[in-house]
């Protein structure tokens, strides 16, 4: 399904490679100190984005799509597609061609996300259509709504459960469908969940969505507090964490109000349990799908452009990525838009 892009001919504007020095703490005018990085633009109690260098910010907003493409290199590779079609059907396919893998003495198993959802129809109507057989397969759901420690139950409008279930599960005939033994839903008692990982269950694939604060599953920045008041947690300390439930972002509770809620923030719950980086780096591959419906032009520029360079931060989560040793980034390629000024 994908294939090479074919781009007029323009000078790239892109900058030369930033060294590490951009993910540095400021220092003073006088050298005698470090300076706290800024505040948070968007929440000041958060980490987030808009607490970079600004060098940094510029590169990504001045990437054009043939920079984009040659972001790739090995271990990370940039993937256009012309149609909303081919897009979601390359998405889908890896659901089947995790499934076609799976065996009952060899199980494999894909890990999918609720945003983007229109991938879950087409592995339905292909396996149906086709009549696989998918029974040996295996299904991790990402992540899950939490209201005070305690994950929404299946029947919640916005729960992600249901929604994986409606729109693919339930649309497959038992005959052909895995048992609910091989659909693995987080809960906030998570033990069970992890318990799943490393457990003989090869996950072939983890999709995901990209978030407006630069996450995967909910993996959100973390709070500009405590011991991570002026800097926030090394790449090492957040690649501990495991499958657990978390405070959301103000700006993650706001884009779930705009996409999923009509708007209505306070719907919208502001927990939810959601897959960690350990289980992520246990993913054979990380796939993340990028429609420009979720994150904007400008970030679908900065998290390839550090994770292509090397440039971690966990003030950008999605960066983290730059240390797995597969991570595909896939674009719609009306999606990519410009981060020219155009008022509207």
Not at 82 to 91: N, W
Not at 184 to 194: C, E, L
Not at 240 to 249: A, G, M, N
Not at 252 to 261: K, L
């Amino acid at each position: 399904m994908e294939k090479p892009y074919s781009f007029p001919s323009v000078k790239p504007v892109i900058p030369g490679q930033f060294p590490s020095r951009l993910l540095r703490p400021c220092v003073a005018s006088d050298k005698s100190s470090p300076m706290p990085r800024p505040l948070s633009a968007l929440a000041p109690g958060w980490w987030d984005y808009t607490t970079l260098d600004r060098e940094l910010i510029e590169a990504a907003a001045a990437l054009t799509p043939r920079d984009l493409l040659k972001l790739s290199r090995p271990g990370f590779k940039v993937v256009f597609y012309d149609t909303i079609e081919e897009f979601y059907l390359a998405e889908a396919l890896e659901y089947i061609a995790a499934w076609q893998k799976s065996t009952s003495d060899n199980p494999v198993g894909i890990c999918g996300p609720i945003g983007p959802t229109e991938q879950l129809p087409l592995v339905a109507r292909i396996v149906n259509d086709l009549g696989l057989d998918v029974s040996n397969g295996h299904f991790w759901g990402m992540d899950e709504w939490c209201f005070d420690g305690k994950e929404v139950p299946a029947s919640h409008p916005l729960s992600f459960e249901k929604a994986d279930r409606e729109l693919c599960f339930s649309r497959i005939p038992k005959k052909l469908r895995m048992p609910d033994a091989n659909l693995h839903f987080p809960k906030a008692d998570t033990s069970a969940y992890r318990g799943t990982w490393g457990s003989g269950i090869r996950c072939a694939v983890m999709q995901g969505g990209q978030g407006d604060v630069k996450h995967w599953a909910f993996n959100d920045p973390l709070p500009r507090s405590g011991k991570h008041k002026n800097s926030p947690p090394s790449p090492a300390e957040y690649r501990k964490l495991t499958t657990r439930v978390v405070e959301l972002h103000p700006m993650t509770v706001a884009q779930n109000a705009r996409t999923s809620g009509g708007g209505n923030v306070s719907l919208v719950p502001k927990q939810a349990v959601t897959v960690g980086p350990v289980e992520t780096w246990m993913a054979e591959k990380v796939s993340i799908w990028h429609a420009g419906a979720h994150d904007n032009p400008f970030g679908q520029r900065l998290t390839a452009y550090m994770i292509s360079k090397g440039l971690v931060d966990t003030a950008v989560p999605m960066s983290l990525l730059a240390d797995h040793p597969n991570v595909q980034f896939n674009y719609l390629t009306s999606g990519i838009g410009t981060c020219s000024v155009k008022m509207r």
